[in-house]
């Protein structure tokens, strides 16, 4: 589908600077000439290169990787060179799970090589573990948690079942990793061990490796279980950039690491403790993949031995950064990041998205050969240590702090990519951008546009039974803009947004590969990438296209990109959802109350299988909305009066005002931070995103508000509904300030 | 909760009729009274007697049952004697299923001994099967079908994927058994194998036998796949008696006997053929809870041998009826039965259902000891053969057609019987009374009432996320009757309802025991189901007090005990829900159009594994039902008119209009048949409960209608749109009759 001129209105026209001598180029003949720099062939070298030997943060291949790209991005004409940074990460000299009751058994150790995948046998990998654990060599009773969120434990706690000075296992899935052993510390777990369950990644899923792409029964998935929803980046240096002579905490007064040791673990093992657990059966949902009924343990029968001890020396991080310089607002940066890093081979994740990246930097540099300067400074990142805590990026981010809020205009983040559709999230100012670029994207498999081929996905989704938002499939039928999602965390934008409160676009596709099944294992192999997600690389190149446009289309603009409808609708919508919430937690609150008063719970319940009433607690109560109400509304006045004004005298604008345009909408996103942070969470300032404090990835949208609410800290929330809609009427305000510009007042 | 004035006005005060010489009873002296004859003991010992050994059609055992039921029924006062039927009951000579390629295995035959169980190896058990498949040896390609239902064809023929010439392997569940082989024939397979996942009710559920109560590996659930939703009962003689010297058809002329090969089989046996089948992966939704990615096969790399061979002379059933003449109205009949065949052991299944009916026998033999006796005559059925094809109530009831429709004032059905909650379905003219009943028995594990126990689990499955109707949730909120359900098909009460016309309720409890782990196997024991299902058979005595209850209330009330506004306001809702279904059906008509014309499905689709679009088909029209919507309104006006009228005269009614209200009432539920019976099925005369021609057992409501919208068959949607109007207005009509001999006219 191809955007319509109605849409177009509003966005600015690209200028081009064309250097001297040189053929001018107008946009499209700019993107059909990067698009011809694009090559899925380099990509597939690159791949397999960067992919040959593990390269995770300190070890030999993943400084060869960083050096390596030094070399080709100067070759194509990039002002190139490595920033290091000195972070606190552990890697693990012993790490021991043995099952120690009612039999003994040994568990755990490395994963072992697989027929056909030839690096599944190199030397140099670290032995599965997670990181930021807090090392210890405990031994317990096992508990099963099922997923290890809060309701989990809830459901425990109904039924008389704690956790205290006890070992957890929980799988992986519905929360992120990090918050399954935080949790199980929060409960007094002495341990926490998280598998791999083959419902969610397994065979339960398709077929295993090497037959099929799913998780085998061997493969572990590695990861970070710093704290990060309190802080990313190095544990010893928050807010500050981890140089050298940096001022740091010591471990201990790391607030982000972990207390207790935990260890991650693949379901052959899984199967061998949870097969024994005693106790009562699991509650409905608890049962996984594993061939037997799941039980809850808990009753002294199964007791396990886990043990970390880790090097816990500091190591460097090399980011590699590139610039080219830009010809008319050189002060504007565009910047564009992936990281190269890896748990092990990492060839989804994440170089399958860096040398997509790789090819844009390429292609760039081929347009610099053939005269062509952007208007903006572009700025390209691939950043290191992303994988134990966005190291990287972040101790970059803070150390760059002042100049990044003085000149960035935008991050664009990618990581892993894959086979299928594009995902899109980010600042919701930037989503008709990004959908103009969908509509000018092909499609590798159907020859469709990404949009076209988005927009069936969810129709059909929708058609065949999916959960699906209503307003994305509004606006998937009507061919209306796609609604981006919004960011939580997970990968190298945290801090760009949500700390230094820049607008931020994500970009991967995906949905039809299958390295999700060895994510973060041995197995996530150039072998594997090529047969099982991405053949070819053909989606890497569609990748390149996508963020090359993004970029150029911004780097170029004469006035900013943004639409800022787009983002006050949005907020708008939010706003709804946090009444409704309130509602629905009263609602809740009340039921609880009502069906503990008829003795419900007693009388609904199996005696053989006794659960008890959830706790009752008071009516959760209306929160003060109406200054946020206000806000909004003035938020959407402003946004949408801008838009008329500016697409009325836009093609009338003078330099001059061009100029003052950009200057008060580059950091207009920045007016969204409260200095003071979250609650709890200072660093992140962002008051309309951030990762969730019990999601860890997932979005929470005006989170100073949703999640007191959630947590029942009511006077967070009226306090933070309070300072939201200050933020929002000085983005407002500024709104109108761009307009009186535009209208020449 | 007890029963609100409010709920009880409409309903006739009980009328007792007291033999000469005894002290009156009056009506909670006489359910108290009944209520100390019943004993769980009692119903211990007789189901260790009955459950001894195999009682399936034609088994030694199964007739030893009759005679000792017999002899049990007289010494407790009871006028009772054996009616035997002869009908064709197949039973396998041979059975044989094996893998032929890629290697060969031997599968099948009888389940082995359990330790613990001590009936699991005693001789004389039929090996597994399933009665009424057409024998025959064939060996073919297998595919696999999910649960073998409509849909899962339409998913195959989107993928390529078709059955014809093949033998298909279908998981229980979802759908009726029955329907698998005859969907499988439809769609030209050349053979069926049925199989227990473990995920429906095995390990997936909780643990297995003998260590918990679900299913185990070498478990087969048995049972009838004749074409019942055609008709059930002797399949020689459809409508009639098959008495020994009843015209029978041969047959090749049964349209009720399949015609291809079929087999059950244990997920021990099937997970070794699924395990090595080919073919794509399978559809969101088909993976079951084996350890292994399961694929569809068909791809000629998995041949298996199916060979059936059947001895099908005809054999005996024997019902044992009991009776005790009314003293008032002897020519008003309240009749109760059970079935006492099972296909093992049948403890769970039908026993348990069968003692609690034994000990309404005996407590009401009790009465006529103490010189109670019932207004009305009271007949007592423990019928057999009811397992393949509810043989001996057919058969009673085709036998004794004209007699039931002049003397039946309501059939009250119970089967299998569990440990949980009641469960209630029937005719919603007897809802009111049900829920009387329920709110003045106790739960025997809570205390509380079995109304307030329903109505507890309800909200609070509701609270905990269960998909709940609003309706239902709406009574167990306010306290209101609870909607009872609609009754399909599955059990004894089938002739009665849907070909006789007479009023139906089907009872049991359930929800919390494990029997269903066991449904059909040689390991539904006595040993299991009094360890794993109702220990002690409290439920077994609950039950006994529930349908004594409804069965003196309706014997003795000196008029008839339905309200029939319950009926009226439940077909409106019935109607409601046929406007809103052919709505749906036009909008997804609509959209699989809108969404070809678009490509939707090839861009929405992963190329590497492809799936097709569905069939596109013209838009559903709008249905002509405002005879119907006129009928349903004249429906609820008559029963509310009638309501207030009695509930203002009954006091004052004298006994000839009592009289004449009885006649007129008794048999008003007959006006809902159409003689000419539903479309290709004119043995169910019902038009407003049927069982599903595609669900089997579960309900379809207003099925003329309802089925032709599903089946795209307009005409007789339209057709029989007016049919139902018209037994509506009979109906109708009919209650403005009885409020003229209310209000004296």
Same mark, same amino acid.
């Given at each position: 589908?191809?955007?319509?001129?109605?849409?177009?209105?509003? $966005?600015?026209?690209?200028?081009?600077?064309?250097?001297?001598?040189?053929?001018?180029?107008?946009?499209?003949?700019?993107?059909?000439?990067?698009?011809?720099?694009?090559?899925?062939?380099?990509?597939?070298?690159? #791949?397999?290169?960067?992919?040959?030997?593990?390269?995770?943060?300190?070890?030999?291949?993943?400084?060869?990787?960083?050096?390596?790209?030094?070399?080709?991005?100067?070759?194509?004409?990039?002002?190139?060179?490595?920033?290091?940074?000195?972070?606190?990460?552990?890697?693990?000299?012993?790490?021991?799970?043995?099952?120690?009751?009612?039999?003994?058994?040994?568990?755990?150790?490395?994963?072992?090589?697989?027929?056909?995948?030839?690096?599944?046998?190199?030397? !140099?990998?670290?032995?599965?573990? $997670?990181?930021?654990?807090?090392?210890? &060599?405990?031994?317990?009773?096992?508990?099963?948690?099922?997923?290890?969120?809060?309701?989990?434990?809830? /459901?425990?706690?109904?039924?008389?079942?704690?956790?205290?000075?006890?070992?957890?296992?929980?799988?992986? !899935?519905?929360?992120?990793?990090?918050?399954?052993?935080?949790?199980?510390?929060?409960?007094?777990? =002495?341990?926490?061990?998280?598998?791999?369950?083959?419902?969610?990644?397994?065979?339960?899923?398709?077929?295993?490796?090497?037959?099929?792409?799913?998780?085998?029964?061997?493969?572990?998935?590695?990861?970070?279980?710093?704290?990060?929803?309190?802080?990313?980046?190095?544990?010893?240096?928050?807010?500050?950039?981890?140089?050298?002579?940096?001022?740091?905490?010591?471990?201990?007064?790391?607030?982000?690491?972990?207390?207790?040791?935990?260890?991650?673990?693949?379901?052959?093992? @899984?199967?061998?403790?949870?097969?024994?657990?005693?106790?009562?059966?699991?509650?409905?949902?608890?049962?996984?993949?594993?061939?037997?009924?799941?039980?809850?343990?808990?009753?002294?029968?199964?007791?396990?031995?886990? @043990?970390?001890?880790?090097?816990?020396?500091?190591?460097?991080?090399?980011?590699?950064?590139?610039?080219?310089?830009? =010809?008319?607002?050189?002060?504007?940066?565009?910047?564009?990041?992936?990281?190269?890093?890896?748990? $092990?081979?990492?060839?989804?994740?994440?170089?399958?998205?860096?040398?997509?990246?790789?090819? %844009?930097?390429?292609?760039? !540099?081929?347009?610099?050969?053939?005269?062509?300067?952007?208007?903006?400074?572009?700025?390209?990142?691939?950043?290191?240590?992303?994988?134990?805590?966005?190291?990287?990026?972040?101790?970059?981010?803070?150390?760059?702090?002042?100049?990044?809020?003085?000149?960035?205009?935008?991050?664009?983040?990618?990581?892993?990519?894959?086979?299928?559709?594009?995902?899109?999230?980010?600042?919701?100012?930037?989503?008709?951008?990004?959908?103009?670029?969908?509509?000018?994207?092909?499609?590798?498999?159907?020859?469709?546009?990404?949009?076209?081929?988005?927009?069936?996905?969810?129709?059909?989704?929708?058609?065949?039974?999916?959960?699906?938002?209503?307003?994305?499939?509004?606006?998937?039928?009507?061919?209306?803009? #796609?609604?981006?999602?919004?960011?939580?965390?997970?990968?190298?934008?945290?801090?760009?947004?949500?700390? #230094?409160?820049?607008?931020?676009? &994500?970009?991967?596709? !995906?949905?039809?590969?299958?390295?999700?099944?060895?994510?973060?294992?041995?197995?996530?192999?150039?072998?594997?990438?090529?047969?099982?997600?991405?053949?070819?690389?053909?989606?890497?190149? =569609?990748?390149?296209?996508?963020?090359?446009?993004?970029?150029?289309?911004?780097?170029? =603009?004469?006035?900013?990109?943004?639409?800022?409808?787009?983002?006050?609708?949005?907020?708008?919508?939010?706003?709804?959802?946090?009444?409704?919430?309130?509602?629905?937690?009263?609602?809740?609150?009340?039921?609880?109350? /009502? #069906?503990?008063?008829?003795?419900?719970?007693?009388?609904?319940?199996?005696?053989?299988?006794?659960?008890?009433?959830?706790?009752?607690?008071?009516?959760?109560?209306?929160?003060?909305?109406?200054?946020?109400?206000?806000?909004?509304?003035?938020?959407?006045?402003?946004?949408?009066?801008?838009?008329?004004?500016?697409?009325?005298?836009?093609?009338?604008?003078?330099?001059?005002?061009?100029?003052?345009?950009?200057?008060?909408?580059?950091?207009? &996103?920045?007016?969204?931070?409260?200095?003071?942070?979250?609650?709890?969470?200072?660093?992140?300032?962002?008051?309309?995103?951030?990762?969730?404090?019990?999601?860890?990835?997932?979005?929470?949208?005006?989170?100073?508000?949703? %999640?007191?609410?959630?947590?029942?800290?009511?006077?967070?929330?009226?306090?933070?509904?309070?300072?939201?809609?200050?933020?929002?009427?000085?983005?407002?305000?500024?709104?109108?300030?761009?307009?009186?510009?535009?209208?020449?007042?």
């Amino acid at each position: 589908m191809r955007i319509s001129s109605r849409m177009l209105a509003g $966005v600015a026209a690209l200028g081009l600077a064309i250097g001297a001598g040189a053929k001018p180029l107008d946009q499209s003949g700019v993107e059909a000439a990067f698009d011809s720099g694009v090559s899925s062939a380099d990509q597939l070298e690159w #791949l397999k290169t960067m992919a040959a030997a593990p390269n995770h943060v300190g070890a030999p291949h993943n400084k060869a990787n960083a050096d390596y790209m030094l070399g080709l991005f100067k070759s194509w004409g990039w002002d190139a060179h490595i920033e290091t940074f000195q972070v606190l990460y552990p890697t693990p000299i012993s790490t021991a799970v043995e099952l120690i009751a009612p039999e003994h058994i040994v568990l755990g150790g490395q994963e072992p090589p697989v027929a056909g995948d030839d690096t599944s046998g190199v030397a !140099g990998a670290l032995p599965p573990y $997670v990181a930021y654990q807090g090392d210890g &060599d405990v031994t317990a009773d096992l508990v099963y948690v099922n997923f290890g969120m809060p309701d989990d434990y809830k /459901a425990l706690a109904r039924r008389g079942i704690d956790v205290k000075g006890k070992i957890v296992i929980a799988r992986y !899935g519905v929360g992120w990793r990090g918050l399954k052993p935080l949790l199980a510390q929060w409960h007094g777990a =002495a341990g926490c061990i998280i598998y791999s369950d083959p419902a969610q990644d397994g065979y339960g899923q398709d077929d295993v490796y090497p037959k099929g792409g799913m998780r085998p029964p061997f493969a572990v998935q590695r990861g970070s279980v710093m704290d990060m929803p309190i802080a990313p980046g190095d544990p010893l240096t928050p807010g500050i950039g981890a140089t050298a002579g940096a001022k740091r905490l010591t471990r201990a007064e790391a607030p982000t690491i972990l207390k207790i040791p935990a260890l991650p673990m693949s379901y052959a093992d @899984a199967s061998k403790l949870l097969a024994r657990l005693g106790g009562p059966s699991v509650p409905n949902g608890w049962q996984g993949g594993l061939p037997f009924a799941y039980h809850t343990g808990g009753d002294g029968g199964t007791k396990v031995r886990l @043990a970390v001890k880790s090097d816990w020396s500091l190591k460097p991080v090399y980011n590699v950064i590139a610039t080219i310089k830009g =010809a008319t607002l050189p002060d504007q940066w565009v910047m564009r990041g992936n990281h190269h890093d890896g748990w $092990v081979m990492g060839a989804a994740d994440p170089l399958s998205g860096n040398v997509a990246m790789m090819s %844009e930097m390429k292609a760039i !540099g081929g347009l610099l050969k053939q005269g062509w300067r952007p208007a903006r400074t572009i700025v390209y990142a691939s950043w290191d240590g992303e994988e134990p805590a966005l190291l990287g990026s972040t101790e970059w981010a803070e150390q760059h702090a002042d100049e990044l809020k003085r000149k960035a205009v935008i991050y664009i983040n990618s990581d892993g990519n894959g086979r299928g559709f594009l995902n899109a999230g980010g600042s919701h100012d930037f989503q008709h951008l990004i959908n103009q670029v969908m509509a000018d994207v092909t499609d590798p498999e159907t020859g469709a546009t990404v949009a076209a081929r988005a927009r069936a996905a969810i129709r059909v989704g929708a058609y065949e039974g999916d959960k699906t938002d209503a307003r994305l499939l509004a606006a998937a039928e009507s061919g209306g803009d #796609l609604p981006i999602d919004a960011l939580g965390s997970g990968s190298d934008f945290s801090a760009y947004l949500q700390h #230094l409160g820049l607008p931020v676009l &994500d970009l991967g596709f !995906g949905g039809e590969g299958q390295s999700g099944g060895v994510y973060h294992s041995l197995y996530d192999s150039f072998h594997h990438f090529t047969t099982f997600d991405d053949p070819g690389l053909k989606y890497g190149a =569609a990748l390149s296209k996508v963020a090359g446009r993004v970029v150029l289309r911004i780097a170029d =603009a004469d006035t900013p990109t943004m639409r800022f409808g787009d983002f006050a609708d949005t907020v708008g919508v939010y706003l709804d959802e946090l009444g409704k919430l309130a509602d629905q937690r009263r609602e809740r609150d009340r039921k609880v109350e /009502a #069906l503990g008063k008829d003795d419900a719970f007693r009388l609904a319940a199996d005696p053989l299988k006794p659960v008890g009433a959830p706790i009752a607690e008071a009516a959760t109560p209306h929160i003060e909305l109406a200054a946020l109400a206000d806000a909004v509304d003035h938020l959407k006045k402003a946004a949408h009066a801008y838009y008329t004004a500016y697409a009325d005298k836009n093609a009338t604008l003078d330099p001059a005002r061009r100029a003052r345009l950009n200057g008060l909408l580059r950091d207009i &996103d920045q007016l969204l931070l409260d200095d003071r942070g979250l609650p709890g969470r200072p660093w992140y300032k962002h008051l309309v995103y951030a990762p969730g404090r019990l999601t860890g990835y997932g979005a929470k949208t005006l989170p100073g508000v949703r %999640e007191a609410i959630e947590d029942r800290r009511f006077a967070d929330a009226n306090l933070y509904a309070g300072r939201t809609a200050k933020v929002l009427e000085n983005y407002a305000d500024r709104l109108d300030q761009a307009r009186a510009v535009v209208e020449g007042r």
